[in-house]
């Protein structure tokens, strides 16, 4: 079966940092843009990060830039969100995606054919609180 499998979710203090992983499983992902997305309890979801199949393309939206870096390692099929500074409005399920057909980086950050990405993980729960 393919799909990504995250981790890295925990409960964090405002303030705090968190690394999630995303890893592929089933699958190469060396050549496909992955997109970070996240979804609160009673919102749609969102795009929050993407990195290019080569990482050389990364977006982020524009509530989490500065604060978050997308990275990978291909030869680990891993795709890597690391969160700093985290603040209460950033808890939520966060879920990582790819689009067989090539959604650009840009298009998935800002959710563009989010129905229709072909590979998803069941997504892994930052909280951030006090």
């Known amino acids: 079966q393919k799909q990504f499998v995250e981790s890295g979710g925990t409960l964090v203090q405002p303030g705090g940092s968190v690394t999630l992983s995303c890893a592929a499983s089933?699958?190469?992902?060396?050549?496909?843009?992955i997109g970070w997305f996240r979804q609160a309890p009673g919102k749609e979801r969102e795009g929050v990060s993407c990195?290019?199949?080569?990482?050389?393309?990364?977006q982020y939206a524009e509530s989490v830039k500065g604060r978050f870096t997308i990275s990978r390692d291909n030869a680990k099929e891993t795709v890597f969100l690391q969160m700093d500074n985290l603040q209460p409005e950033d808890t939520a399920v966060y879920y990582c995606a790819a689009d067989v057909g090539g959604v650009p980086c840009k298009k998935m950050v800002a959710g563009v054919g989010i129905e229709d990405y072909d590979y998803w993980g069941q997504g892994t729960q930052v909280i951030v609180s006090a």
């Open positions: 990195i290019s199949g080569g990482g050389s393309n990364r």
């Open positions: 089933g699958f190469t992902l060396d050549y496909y843009a």
